[in-house]
């Protein structure tokens, strides 16, 4: 395995152990201030570890200033740590570990990519809205089940209304959920679509290859059948053909004209 691969694969662990830092004091609203503190420090633990990846990254390209100009996100997310519900798009690596064991194939990729996508980004949107209403006035967001059922209903437009958040930032991820639902939705709905045509085309395929094949059987049954009923029919055709054009030729009449065959 090549470093770039385990690269990914380390940074995927450490992603999700960044998540798993990041919900357990979200789900545990009563953790041990002593866990909670670890968990704390797991997530700068692992902040630090991508800065780092990022620097050596930088440190390793040959034109620096393009390869920055072409990973601003990542630097973004990394000098704007203020933007605590943006921490999460760290597990973007998780889903690039995930893609690595992923199918070959590019539906397979893609599959990858909306399934694993879905789950990761209704998860972090439930927990971060969980994280910004919970106890706020008037919030009716006020567990983790509610949190996950506002992420689906949201993610697929459907939007019911019966949860919804109230604080500016869960309004801002709500809006971030909303975009990413609706591309989602986009991808899930043309992944659909082409597999279908690509099923249909498939089909078609078999049925003309069938129907070629049975019109071959038809035919040599007919060509056996002829030759046992008179083997050597064709071959005098063939042979009165042949003496009718060297006559031609020659300027005289055709000897086998008369429709005998002469030995």
């Known amino acids: 395995m090549r470093w770039e691969e385990r690269r990914e694969v380390v940074l995927g662990v450490l992603a999700l152990l960044f998540l798993g830092a990041y919900a357990w ?28 990846d990022f620097a050596l990254r930088v440190a390793a390209a040959p034109a620096r200033a393009r390869w920055v100009r072409g990973h601003l996100l990542e630097l973004a997310l990394l000098v704007l740590p203020v933007l605590r519900p943006l921490r999460l798009l760290v597990l973007l690596t998780l889903l690039r570990a995930i893609n690595r064991g992923g199918a070959v194939s590019l539906r397979g990729r893609v599959g990858v990519y909306v399934g694993a996508g879905s789950v990761l980004v209704g998860l972090v949107a439930a927990l971060s809205v969980l994280e910004a209403e919970r106890g706020a006035p008037g919030a ?3 567990g983790f089940g509610d949190a996950v059922w506002w992420a689906c209903t949201t993610m697929t437009t459907v939007g019911y209304g019966d949860t919804y958040p109230v604080t500016p930032l869960g309004r801002t991820i709500g809006v971030g959920l909303m975009v990413a639902g609706v591309a989602l939705l986009g991808a ?58 060297v006559a031609a030729l020659r300027g005289r009449p055709d000897p086998g004209r008369d429709g005998n065959l002469q030995q």
Not at 27 to 52: H, I, K, M, N
Not at 213 to 237: F, I
């Open 25 to 52: 004091p979200i789900l545990d609203p009563g953790l041990d201030p002593g866990w909670e503190r670890a968990c704390r420090l797991t997530q700068v633990v692992v902040w630090v570890a991508f800065g780092a």
């Open 140 to 142: 009716t967001i006020t």
């Open 188 to 245: 899930v709905t043309a992944t659909a679509a082409a597999w279908l045509v690509q099923a249909v085309a498939e089909e078609e395929a078999e049925e003309a290859a069938e129907e070629a094949a049975q019109e071959a059987a038809e035919e040599a049954a007919q060509v056996a059948a002829v030759g046992a009923r008179d083997p050597g029919a064709e071959l005098l055709r063939e042979v009165r053909a042949l003496r009718a054009e």
